[in-house]
């Protein structure tokens, strides 16, 4: 087999074990945004 053969079927391998490979499961926490109450000033103060 040629150099440029064997390196083209070990990227080919590669990327299958890759794409193969289980995913973890990524542990996202989000954080309930604060806010605050309108304070009304103008025409009805």
Known sequence: M???TKI???LCMLAFVAACA???EEIVY???PVTV???YTGKYK
């Open 2 to 4: 040629s150099k440029s």
């Open 8 to 10: 083209t079927l070990s």
């Open 22 to 24: 289980p995913k973890q």
């Open 30 to 32: 989000v954080d309930e």
């Open 37 to 39: 109450e309108p304070t």
